[in-house]
């Protein structure tokens, strides 16, 4: 149980253009998901959460209007990266937080965003 | 001060030896922590969570709680060579708080 699914695995995008991740939770609802950059060598830095039906909430010096989330129901979050720059070349990974009362969360294999 | 701490390794233990990882926390409030495995090139994966204190153990993986110490640690028995990964220590901070703040990882090598 508790599987989380990301797609694409790994994107390849010019500079300029937007690109869209999905993160689903295949069997179970997911109050909250979470939203995960992480560089090389290095540990993971939380972008944002996201409840169902509510803004994403996210962390000091990320830019909410260059990532957007959006979390349409209990099984599906949406990040897209707008106007991408090499910069942003990095490892996504969404998690999924279940419903009981514990704080578990499960991660997604992740997404490898190359920005040409 | 960091608000969790791991040694960053690279941590070499033999095979069939216990490897022993250790995390510190600053914040007295923690409720909920959590002991991630991440392979090289992939995203982690939860292994042992661990809310109140003692030992609690899972197969070869034992989680070890002191709250009043603020340290979680992580003990693996008759490690494997594909215990070889990257082991990330999670603090919840309080209830009602649902991220998550996570160590720097600790690097363990299992030499075969």
């Known amino acids: 149980g508790a599987v989380v699914s990301q797609h694409p695995s790994w994107v390849i995008c010019k500079s300029g253009t937007s690109v869209k991740i999905e993160c689903r939770s295949l069997d179970f609802q997911a109050t909250t998901m979470f939203w995960y950059r992480q560089f090389p060598k290095q540990s993971l830095m939380l972008m944002a959460t996201?409840?169902?039906?509510?803004?994403?909430?996210?962390e000091q010096g990320v830019e909410k209007d260059k990532f957007l989330i959006n979390h349409a129901s209990l099984t599906l979050s949406t990040l897209t990266v707008t106007s991408a720059h090499p910069e942003d070349s990095s490892f996504y990974i969404c998690?999924?937080?279940?419903?009981?009362?514990?704080?578990?969360?499960?991660f997604g294999p992740g997404t490898r965003l190359t920005v040409t | 001060q960091k608000e969790v701490e791991q040694n960053s390794g690279p941590l070499s233990v033999p095979e069939g030896a216990i490897a022993s990882l250790n995390c510190t926390y600053s914040?007295?409030?923690?409720?909920?922590f959590f002991w991630y495995r991440q392979y090289s090139g992939k995203s982690p994966e939860l292994i042992m969570s661990?809310?109140?204190?003692g030992d609690k153990e899972d197969g070869r993986f034992t989680a070890q709680l002191n709250k009043a110490s603020q340290y979680v640690s992580l003990l693996i028995r008759d490690s494997q060579p594909s215990d070889s990964a990257t082991y990330l220590c999670a603090v919840n901070a309080y209830f009602g708080n649902e991220k998550l703040t996570f160590g720097t990882g600790t690097r363990l090598t299992i030499i075969p």
């Open positions: 661990i809310y109140s204190n």
């Open positions: 914040d007295r409030g923690s409720q909920s």
């Open positions: 996201s409840n169902e039906g509510s803004k994403a909430t996210y």
């Open positions: 998690s999924a937080r279940t419903r009981d009362s514990t704080y578990e969360q499960y």
